[in-house]
């Protein structure tokens, strides 16, 4: 798999490319597939519209790996919070943690309960092609902690940061749940046939850096570190957005491949980083508005990182709702015509 190999450093024929949030709205066969399920979450739970819709990318761009089609939520929903997705706002759990004893009531060995997740993975794996890799994925601790202690998204991550100050052992206890039941859930993704595991920690950005460096990545570095010792084979990828100014913390950490957001700059990702990881990442997605501005974006890339092996191209974030559908085609197509070797 060119994908697989460029993530072990390998040589590899043209640099792989992958877009997050690749099966999504952009797409009117997404649309087509997501009016046949009730919500969003029967969609995620549903082996046949979920593995169409994973493999819908694969089909219609051509893309060298798949992503698991899931939300980073069922765990912490199946952990004990209601979930609901709703229309024009988003997720929403209308119970969150405010104490130690919600987290001591939190169900463990929840990992368990979401078996649907494992067949859709089986079930992609045995449908796409073999030159192409299926990645599995799972919110990172400190990501999901938010939504729990928040309810929400949020701008200022108050009620967050309010415990993670003023209660540490509290957050240290919902992190310490989580990480453990990111850990099976990742390794069961890995035993029912993904060929790549990534962590989202989409917020990390919202913490300083002493902090984040305790309640975040402290904890990717554990679960990375138990993934790896148990999937050797398996390529690990992080994506830590908004961290740009604390690079230099990450290096030498148990995994392969490092995601970097649209906020930072390749160059510099590259310099202190690239010795050690491979790269992924990391065109502004809105350049995808325009097919001017997309191929500039893929030239300055290409500057940056070359032909040689150990990148993968993929957005600084995901595919928004309205994206031309043409463009994404393109850039698939412009990628594999600038990097051939």
Known sequence: MVFIDACFRQETP??????????????????????????????????KLATEVTLQPIEILDVDAAILFSDILLLPHKMGLPLEFIPGFGPKFPQTITSLEDIKALKRGAFQDLGFVYEIVASVRSQLDKSKALIGFSGAPWTLATYMLEGQGSKTYSRSKKILYSQPATAHALLEALSAEITSYLDMQAQAGANALMLFDSWAGALELEAYLEFGWSYIHKITKALKSKHPKIPLIVFPKGVG?????????????????????????????????????????????????????????????????????????????????????????????????
């Open 245 to 341: 100014a604390y690079l230099a913390h990450f290096k030498g950490g148990c995994f392969e491949v490092f995601g970097c957001g649209w906020d930072v700059p390749l160059a510099l990702a590259k310099e202190v980083l690239g010795d050690r990881h491979v790269l992924q990442g990391n065109l502004e997605p809105a350049r995808l508005y325009s097919h001017e501005t997309m191929v500039e974006g893929v030239k300055r890339i290409f500057e940056v990182m070359g032909k040689e092996a150990g990148f993968i191209f993929n957005l600084g974030h995901g595919m928004l709702p309205d994206l031309p559908r043409a463009n994404a085609l393109e850039l698939v197509r412009l990628v594999r015509a600038q990097s051939r070797r």
């Open 14 to 47: 043209y640099t792989p490319i992958w877009m997050m949030r690749q099966a999504g709205r952009y797409l009117h066969e997404y649309q087509a597939v997501r009016k046949k399920a009730k919500n969003f979450l029967d969609l995620c739970a549903n082996v």
